[in-house]
């Protein structure tokens, strides 16, 4: 896997792609930035900061204000790889909020995403 090239996506071009899995599946971009919010520790005005700064996804999460303690509990496969044993650390956090919009376009009640 060439990290460098994940390192290197627009947090900003992707966001939309969330909000569009999200949605088609009856889910809100409210409940996308809730995921993101509790992950990241972002709010909304630093989430759109982000956003507009166009950032790639190594800055966006440098620069999260606190990754969630819980966030280990996330488990499960997400493009091909278990994201709990992801080595490097980026990618796992990235991994992580793949994870979390997968479960929420599928329907997974927002208490069992959030790791309540």
Request: charged share 30%; hydrophobic share 35%.
């Amino acid at each position: 896997m060439n990290n460098n090239r994940i390192y290197r996506l627009l947090f900003s071009s992707i966001y939309p792609l969330y909000i569009q899995k999200a949605v088609k599946k009856g889910r809100t971009k409210e409940e996308v930035d809730t995921v993101i919010f509790w992950l990241t520790g972002y709010n909304e005005k630093s989430l759109q900061e982000q956003i507009d700064r166009k950032t790639d996804f190594e800055t966006f999460f440098a620069e999260a204000p606190l990754l969630h303690p819980n966030a280990s509990k996330i488990t499960g496969v997400i493009c091909g790889y278990r994201v709990e044993t992801i080595e490097d650390p980026l990618v796992q956090k990235i991994r992580y909020l793949d994870k979390l919009i997968d479960e929420l376009a599928k329907g997974k009640a927002m208490e069992k995403i959030l790791r309540q």
